[in-house]
């Protein structure tokens, strides 16, 4: 059975960090891009990071450059993400998914290439 499974939401102000965590199952983990997508509420999914699952290369959306890192530990099929100089504009609900097709998904932010889906977890950054 394919898994994902997100961690590491939560409550925090304005100017914090957060660490995510996804840690995959099911599975071939190298042959998968792994992304990071978040959704706040009336809004549409947004693309935030992604990594390859062989080689760790990255992406970046341009809300994300700078401030968050996203890394791979592929002895655990996990994915972590973590995020500094949080901004109330952060807030969402942060879901991991997976693909097979590659980069190109994850570098045009579209969730409808992906195959497989956390359920989300939620973080919500404080003024």
């Known amino acids: 059975e394919v898994q994902l499974e997100e961690s590491g939401g939560g409550l925090v102000q304005a100017g914090g960090s957060l660490k995510l965590s996804c840690a995959a199952s099911g599975f071939a983990f190298e042959n998968y891009v792994i992304m990071w997508f978040r959704q706040a509420p009336g809004k549409a999914r947004e693309g935030v990071s992604c990594?390859?699952?062989?080689?760790?290369?990255?992406h970046y959306s341009d809300s994300a450059k700078g401030r968050f890192t996203i890394s791979s530990d592929r002895a655990k099929s996990t994915v972590h993400l973590q995020m500094n100089s949080l901004k109330p504009e952060d807030s969402a609900t942060y879901y991991c998914?997976?693909?097979?097709?590659?980069?190109?998904?994850?570098?045009?932010?579209?969730?409808?290439?992906?195959?497989?889906w956390g359920k989300g977890t939620l973080v919500t950054v404080s003024a």
């Open positions: 998914a997976a693909t097979e097709k590659g980069f190109y998904y994850c570098e045009r932010g579209l969730a409808y290439g992906m195959d497989y």
């Open positions: 990594i390859s699952g062989s080689d760790s290369v990255t």
